[in-house]
């Protein structure tokens, strides 16, 4: 067995491991009616979909650090030894789902010594640099090797040294063993499903884990992206904000313009989570009530007649959406690395499913948007938001908030704008943010929102804006909200008086506007050097976000967070 050597003291993991320092945000209990009043068929798939749930955590463990598993399985050992530092070191390997992560104040937590986060994660080979990776590249695209480096820089290869030269294998045949368990499960899910499209869905998905073939994701996405009334929601979630490797070969202009004459675009690898749930039928029909009007917003993006978007709007939207209570979130999704998902818009737009007429859905997660503690949320108001503001701030227009950034991920130039780079992901959730606060009125004037509830939406997502501390570059959700902060602040949309957050709410929607259309030109061009202009200069840390951050701080102590799976524990015993 591997020994590692632990990284954290025992005072540092005491103080991480204490409650107040550690969210926890539960899932559905055993006892949750949710669970108790589905059909005893779906009972039995539910626990079968939490076991595939669980395979593709041990599976993501590998792509994200190639010592994640070696160092569980050392953990473990040294638990049973009373080793006490190891067993406050699982909590957070547990909570992050991973060795590497980052906290709420944005410091890198690495839980052994001498292994920190890589820029190619577990997906690229460890002694890999940018420089290498790119010059191999370059040979073999030279020597004619185009269907290797295609394979190399798909979103769905893990690559590996081969000589002097680098191969790329798909997930499903470097994980092949896992995913046939994984799809075993899947079909005995399916075996006892009530519902006829969840079921045809689940067998798509079966037979995608089985076979290396790109064709079967996009049949199991289509199929997964129109379902709207079911019983069940189960999701392998995936996306590539975590991979920073893929991305920096725009900035060599002489790789990047090889790729293109070959027609290869590089693609940042997919990291994989799962989401299982039951699905909420009064949240989701509170959820429907804004798809009527997509297609309006889609005609009134900025340059909307420059591109072809996801909703189109002369056609059936196909956008479908649901509201879900968490049995258990693993992988990716379900990581709590500095923060953890609200809701998801997929698949993204780099997946083949969107281009044989699939579209996409939304994900909502009860259980990680509700507030327990009420208390620490007007201390926070009470530090941060002018007082006369107060009654403008709702927790509840978060979610409303949140469901127009969900949205308007489907808006905009449909391509994946690969050639922005590492920017590529700043830029798009910032376009999501700006694509919900621009649409405020014109969705009040529509009737969506009552002028109160308008009101509520622009003071709570500007209060929201404000972090505890300056994020890095690789933190695209988090970067976005500075660079939004810093352009709000310049065009008046908030002034910080006697250390308090004024919001100028006639101003907040035109600015958004402003910014969203300065994004979408971006998207539309796929400028890499101008993308990184506008990111740098708008990716500014100003002393009055440090004031609210100073007050951020005194309120909350919170450094990880963690989820609790007490239905999805037991449902893995059965």
């Not at 308007?408 to 910032?430: D, Q, V, W």
């Given at each position: 067995?591997?020994?590692?050597?632990?990284?954290?003291?025992?005072?540092?993991l005491e103080k991480r491991t204490n409650k107040d320092y550690l969210i926890t945000k539960k899932m559905l209990k055993c006892d949750a009616p949710e669970y108790l009043e589905l059909a005893d068929g779906d009972k039995e798939t539910l626990k079968h979909l939490v076991k595939a749930a669980y395979i593709l955590e041990k599976i993501n463990m590998q792509i994200d650090c190639h010592h994640n598993l070696e160092f569980k399985e050392f953990l473990e050992n040294?638990?049973?030894?009373?080793?006490?530092?190891?067993?406050?070191?699982?909590?957070?390997?547990?909570?992050?789902?991973?060795?590497?992560?980052?906290?709420?104040?944005?410091?890198?937590?690495?839980?052994?010594?001498?292994?920190?986060?890589?820029?190619?994660?577990?997906?690229?080979?460890?002694?890999?640099?940018?420089?290498?990776?790119?010059?191999?590249?370059?040979?073999?695209?030279?020597?004619?090797?185009?269907?290797?480096?295609?394979?190399?820089?798909?979103?769905?290869?893990?690559?590996?040294?081969?000589?002097?030269?680098?191969?790329?294998?798909?997930?499903?045949?470097?994980?092949?063993?896992?995913?046939?368990?994984?799809?075993?499960?899947?079909?005995?899910?399916?075996?006892?499903?009530?519902?006829?499209?969840?079921?045809?869905?689940?067998?798509?998905?079966?037979?995608?884990?089985?076979?290396?073939?790109?064709?079967?994701?996009?049949?199991?996405?289509?199929?997964?992206?129109?379902?709207?009334?079911?019983?069940?929601?189960?999701?392998?979630?995936?996306?590539?904000?975590?991979?920073?490797?893929?991305?920096?070969?725009?900035?060599?202009?002489?790789?990047?313009?090889?790729?293109?004459?070959?027609?290869?675009?590089?693609?940042?690898?997919?990291?994989?989570?799962?989401?299982?749930?039951?699905?909420?039928?009064?949240?989701?029909?509170?959820?429907?009530?804004?798809?009527?009007?997509?297609?309006?917003?889609?005609?009134?993006?900025?340059?909307?007649?420059?591109?072809?978007?996801?909703?189109?709007?002369?056609?059936?939207?196909?956008?479908?959406?649901?509201?879900?209570?968490?049995?258990?979130?693993?992988?990716?999704?379900?990581?709590?690395?500095?923060?953890?998902?609200?809701?998801?818009?997929?698949?993204?737009?780099?997946?083949?499913?969107?281009?044989?007429?699939?579209?996409?859905?939304?994900?909502?997660?009860?259980?990680?948007?509700?507030?327990?503690?009420?208390?620490?949320?007007?201390?926070?108001?009470?530090?941060?938001?002018?007082?006369?503001?107060?009654?403008?701030?709702?927790?509840?227009?978060?979610?409303?908030?949140?469901?127009?950034?969900?949205?308007?991920?489907?808006?905009?130039?449909?391509?994946?704008?690969?050639?922005?780079?590492?920017?590529?992901?700043?830029?798009?959730?910032?376009?999501?943010?700006?694509?919900?606060?621009?649409?405020?009125?014109?969705?009040?004037?529509?009737?969506?929102?009552?002028?109160?509830?308008?009101?509520?939406?622009?003071?709570?997502?500007?209060a929201d804006n404000f972090l505890k501390s300056k994020p890095t570059l690789s933190q695209a959700h988090r970067v976005r909200t500075v660079m939004q902060n810093k352009y709000f602040a310049e065009r008046g949309a908030y002034d910080i008086v006697d250390g308090k957050i004024h919001v100028n709410i006639d101003k907040v929607v035109h600015i958004a506007k402003e910014m969203l259309a300065e994004i979408v030109r971006i998207q539309i061009e796929g400028d890499?050097?101008?993308?990184?202009?506008?990111?740098?200069?708008?990716?500014?840390?100003?002393?009055?976000?440090?004031?609210?951050?100073?007050?951020?701080?005194?309120?909350?102590?919170?450094?990880?967070?963690?989820?609790?799976?007490?239905?999805?524990?037991?449902?893995?015993?059965?």
């Amino acid at each position: 067995m591997t020994k590692f050597e632990l990284n954290l003291s025992m005072e540092e993991l005491e103080k991480r491991t204490n409650k107040d320092y550690l969210i926890t945000k539960k899932m559905l209990k055993c006892d949750a009616p949710e669970y108790l009043e589905l059909a005893d068929g779906d009972k039995e798939t539910l626990k079968h979909l939490v076991k595939a749930a669980y395979i593709l955590e041990k599976i993501n463990m590998q792509i994200d650090c190639h010592h994640n598993l070696e160092f569980k399985e050392f953990l473990e050992n040294e638990i049973t030894k009373g080793n006490e530092q190891a067993k406050l070191t699982k909590v957070l390997f547990d909570a992050q789902k991973g060795m590497n992560a980052i906290d709420t104040m944005s410091n890198k937590i690495n839980l052994a010594k001498g292994i920190k986060e890589l820029p190619g994660k577990g997906v690229y080979p460890e002694d890999l640099s940018k420089e290498e990776f790119h010059k191999i590249l370059t040979g073999m695209v030279n020597d004619g090797k185009i269907e290797e480096v295609k394979k190399i820089l798909t979103q769905r290869s893990v690559v590996e040294r081969n000589g002097d030269e680098l191969i790329g294998i798909d997930y499903i045949d470097k994980f092949k063993e896992d995913f046939s368990k994984m799809a075993d499960e899947i079909d005995k899910a399916a075996e006892t499903s009530t519902n006829a499209d969840f079921t045809e869905y689940l067998k798509l998905q079966a037979k995608a884990l089985r076979t290396a073939d790109p064709m079967l994701d996009a049949y199991a996405d289509k199929k997964w992206a129109a379902l709207q009334d079911t019983p069940l929601e189960f999701t392998i979630t995936r996306e590539n904000y975590e991979d920073e490797m893929t991305g920096t070969i725009v900035e060599n202009k002489e790789l990047a313009a090889l790729l293109e004459t070959h027609g290869i675009k590089p693609i940042p690898k997919d990291f994989l989570g799962g989401r299982v749930g039951i699905v909420n039928k009064k949240g989701t029909d509170a959820l429907m009530a804004i798809k009527k009007y997509l297609p309006t917003l889609a005609k009134n993006m900025p340059y909307a007649d420059e591109y072809e978007q996801n909703i189109n709007p002369d056609s059936d939207t196909k956008q479908t959406m649901v509201d879900v209570d968490l049995v258990a979130v693993t992988g990716d999704v379900g990581a709590y690395r500095g923060g953890i998902t609200l809701a998801e818009n997929l698949p993204n737009d780099d997946k083949l499913s969107l281009t044989i007429g699939g579209g996409r859905r939304n994900v909502y997660h009860r259980q990680i948007r509700f507030i327990s503690d009420m208390k620490k949320l007007q201390e926070r108001l009470d530090e941060i938001l002018d007082k006369n503001q107060h009654k403008y701030y709702l927790d509840e227009a978060d979610h409303w908030f949140t469901i127009g950034h969900e949205n308007a991920h489907s808006l905009g130039p449909k391509k994946a704008c690969e050639t922005l780079g590492k920017y590529r992901n700043i830029i798009e959730e910032n376009k999501a943010d700006m694509g919900s606060l621009a649409f405020v009125d014109l969705l009040t004037e529509l009737g969506m929102y009552t002028e109160e509830q308008r009101k509520q939406i622009i003071v709570t997502t500007v209060a929201d804006n404000f972090l505890k501390s300056k994020p890095t570059l690789s933190q695209a959700h988090r970067v976005r909200t500075v660079m939004q902060n810093k352009y709000f602040a310049e065009r008046g949309a908030y002034d910080i008086v006697d250390g308090k957050i004024h919001v100028n709410i006639d101003k907040v929607v035109h600015i958004a506007k402003e910014m969203l259309a300065e994004i979408v030109r971006i998207q539309i061009e796929g400028d890499f050097d101008k993308a990184e202009k506008y990111v740098l200069d708008n990716f500014v840390w100003t002393d009055n976000m440090e004031l609210i951050a100073q007050k951020l701080q005194k309120v909350s102590k919170t450094l990880n967070g963690r989820t609790e799976s007490e239905l999805a524990e037991k449902l893995l015993k059965e």
